[in-house]
Each structure stands twice: as structure tokens, then as C-alpha cells.
């Protein structure tokens, strides 16, 4: 007697109920996105590409979206980045052609860069961009202080030696931020369907209605402490540069990362990297980052953190009329403002690591300090830095 298999039964997930919207609208990317064309209406078990068949949401940004999707060719699980139409896709793909020239073999698989490309149009003709990577973790966003110290810092030396590799190929990230540092999750790629929403639930939907596209809002999926390596990724080059080019507006939102130069007429460079990834650095190590806020509130607390600015920047920054504080050499802070709101590095890494001693202080401030340079020529390099006695001091202390 001869037997025939049933085809492979698709879960498509489920739709919440009316109490529940809320929650999945709350995590998800904002649905007027939709109605203005920015983002592809897609769906749960939707194939793009004739190949590409969407399983779940990974997250979104505010030129994309991203998706868990099985490669129906090779039976693997990939991410999807879905861009929105215009020059930013094409510019993300060709900095990935660029970083693969030029910062290749990356024997580590540390530079996350795109594995195919093609097109799919959305609502109204438009073109969206399909980038095709490697299935990734979640990014630096989540509760770092969670984690233990040693995997973090394990993590944050591996990402400095690929942040070394992207800069000795001559590309500047311009970008650095949490969403851009993802966490490893091991060998993922080969798990099926119902072992990916074992681990990570199935697929919780919101359905667009006809304005938006008739595509489903679907809440993004959430990795356990348990699935994360102590190893880091950087990738979202969508902003990157070769090196030299100059950007038209080189100011890096949020300003949280953002050097202070590139708000004072500067433009990107390595130096703004490493800026930028000091500022990881000290998020992996007091769990938070070193300033909170928006807008202009962010560079005030900046400056009541570190210092004044530089006194011949004065004037450079067009937007920060009424803060000439900024760059007052003697420290005068507004008296309208409370202790609280300028706190110093040194007070905040007391407050947040009271655990660590004064020897290990020592070294953190040190390297903090290096990387945190107002002029960028005075900066910290990534090669100098790997090599700096503070920096493998303060590794030390977590076995690192």
C-alpha cells in the first residue's frame, strides 16, 4: 500500500481581538505610514519575489519594514527589509555593494550585508526595494542591564573589532545607534515554521482596512534572554558613506549618538563613529544610555554631562538661539534648570554601577573620555582603542 504526504499546513497566525489592538498597534509601525504610500501592505504567508514567503514581523523603522520570511527555494529563514519607494533603498544596496568590495571576506559574519535584491510594488505603482540578509537578533534596544556584565562586554569588544573592519575598508557607518547593533541568536536559519512560533509566538495581527493598503499591521517578535549570544552585528547602512563624502545634512537623528560636530557644520567621519559607538559602549555598561531627552533638551543634558562645547563653535549650530550657556567656559548652567537635569558622567556611573571599584571606575572614565572628545581630531580610534591600556583593563575585570 503506498502513502501520500499531506501538504505542509500554513499558520497564518491569528487576529486579536478589539481589547487587544491596542497592544499590537502600540509595537507596531505607525498604520498612517500606510495611507501615505511609505510602507508595502503586506500579509502573514503573502511570497514575494516567487520566493519569499512571510512568516513574521522583526521589526521597522521609519523608511522600512522587516520581515522572518522562508526561502521556499532553499527552506531557510531570512530577513526582509522592505523599503519605502524613492532613493534610500537603491542607496542602502549600493553601500552594501560597497562594504562587501571593500571590508570582505568577513570571516566572522559580523558586517551584516544583503544576500539578494529585487522589487515589489505596492499601493499605487509604487516600487519598494527587497533587501534579503541573514536572520539576526533583536537589536541593542532591548533591557540591556538584564544581561550579565561579562556577555555584555564580550559583545561590546566584538563590535568594536567590526566596527575596525567597516573603517579599514574606508566606509563610514554615519549611524550608529541601538537599532543598528543586533544580537547573535545562533543557528537559527534551518528552524521550521512551528519551531520559530514555539519560541516565539505565533503571529499577533491587526488588518489594514482598504485606505491602507489591505495588508495586516503585525506586532514584531519578541526574543528570550535565553536565545541572545554575547556577540554583536552591525548593519542598517542604509545612512552609510564612503569616506570623504560629504553629506548635505550631516546632523544624525535622535541626537542621542549624534557627534557634536556634525551639529556645529562638521561632517560625518570615523571620528563621529566612534562617537557614536562610546555611546553604545556606555549603554552596554550602565544598562542605560548617558543622556535622555529630545531635541535640544538632549544637547543641554549633553553639555551638563561633559562640559561646555568648544568656544569657537559658538554660532555653528542655527537652531540654539537662547543656549549660549552651551559653550560657557566657566560651567554656568541656566539657574531655570534643576541639579537633575545636568547630570555629570562621572555622578550617573556611580548612581547606575555602584557595584564596581574604584579601580574599575578609573578605566571606564578613562575610555569614556577618549571616545567622548569634543574635537574629533583629539577622538579616540577604533584600532587605537582595541589596543588602549584602560579599554583591555577595564575588559579584564569581566574576563574578557
Not at 43 to 72: N, P
Not at 104 to 109: E, L, R
Request: glycine letters at 8%.
Amino acid at each position: 500500500m503506498t502513502t501520500t504526504s499531506l501538504p505542509e499546513v500554513f499558520d497564518y497566525g491569528y487576529y486579536v481581538d478589539e481589547d487587544d489592538e491596542c497592544d499590537v498597534e502600540s509595537e507596531s509601525e505607525p498604520r498612517e505610514r500606510y495611507d501615505k504610500d511609505l510602507y508595502c501592505p503586506l500579509r502573514i504567508g503573502q511570497v514575494l519575489g516567487q520566493r519569499y514567503r512571510i512568516e513574521h514581523k522583526l521589526g521597522w523603522g521609519g523608511f522600512s519594514t522587516v520581515w522572518l520570511a522562508r526561502d521556499l527555494h532553499q527552506g531557510i529563514a531570512l530577513a526582509l527589509k522592505v523599503m519605502s519607494p524613492g532613493w534610500r533603498g537603491e542607496h542602502e544596496r549600493q553601500m552594501n555593494d560597497e562594504i562587501i568590495r571593500r571590508c570582505h571576506p568577513d570571516t566572522s559574519n559580523s558586517l551584516i550585508t544583503y544576500l539578494a535584491a529585487f522589487y515589489v510594488t505596492g499601493r499605487r505603482g509604487h516600487a519598494h526595494q527587497v533587501l534579503v540578509f541573514p536572520w539576526r537578533g533583536p537589536s541593542l534596544q532591548i533591557n540591556c542591564i538584564r544581561l550579565p556584565a561579562t556577555f555584555r562586554f564580550s559583545a561590546a569588544r566584538h563590535l568594536l573589532v567590526t566596527l575596525k573592519r567597516l573603517h579599514d575598508g574606508g566606509i563610514v557607518h554615519t549611524d550608529i545607534n541601538e537599532g543598528a547593533v543586533m544580537w547573535d541568536i545562533g543557528l537559527v536559519d534551518g528552524w521550521s515554521t512551528a519551531e520559530i512560533y514555539q519560541r516565539l509566538g505565533r503571529p499577533r495581527k491587526v488588518s489594514l482596512d482598504e485606505s491602507e493598503g489591505n495588508g495586516e499591521l503585525v506586532e514584531p517578535v519578541q526574543y528570550p534572554n535565553d536565545m541572545l549570544r554575547p556577540f554583536l552585528r552591525l548593519g542598517d547602512f542604509g545612512h552609510s558613506i564612503v569616506s570623504g563624502t560629504v553629506l548635505e545634512n550631516p546632523i544624525q537623528f535622535p541626537l542621542h549618538n549624534c557627534a557634536p560636530e556634525r551639529f556645529h557644520g562638521g561632517n560625518a567621519s570615523f571620528a563621529s563613529d566612534m562617537w557614536s559607538f562610546t555611546q553604545v559602549l556606555i549603554r552596554l555598561y550602565i544598562g542605560v544610555g548617558l543622556v535622555y531627552g529630545d531635541g535640544l533638551s538632549v544637547v543641554s543634558r549633553l553639555v551638563g554631562s561633559l562640559g561646555p562645547f568648544p568656544e569657537q563653535w559658538k554660532g555653528r549650530y542655527p537652531e540654539n538661539a537662547g543656549y549660549a550657556w552651551w559653550y560657557d567656559q566657566t560651567g554656568q548652567m541656566p539657574r531655570n534648570w534643576p541639579p537633575s537635569e545636568y547630570e555629570t558622567m562621572e555622578h550617573k556611573i556611580d548612581r547606575c554601577r555602584p557595584d564596581i571599584s574604584p579601580d574599575e571606575r578609573k578605566h571606564a572614565l578613562a575610555v569614556f573620555r577618549k571616545g567622548l572628545q569634543y574635537i574629533p581630531e583629539k577622538r579616540i580610534t577604533a584600532t587605537q582603542l582595541l589596543e588602549d591600556p584602560s579599554f583591555n583593563a577595564l575588559m579584564s575585570f569581566y574576563e574578557v
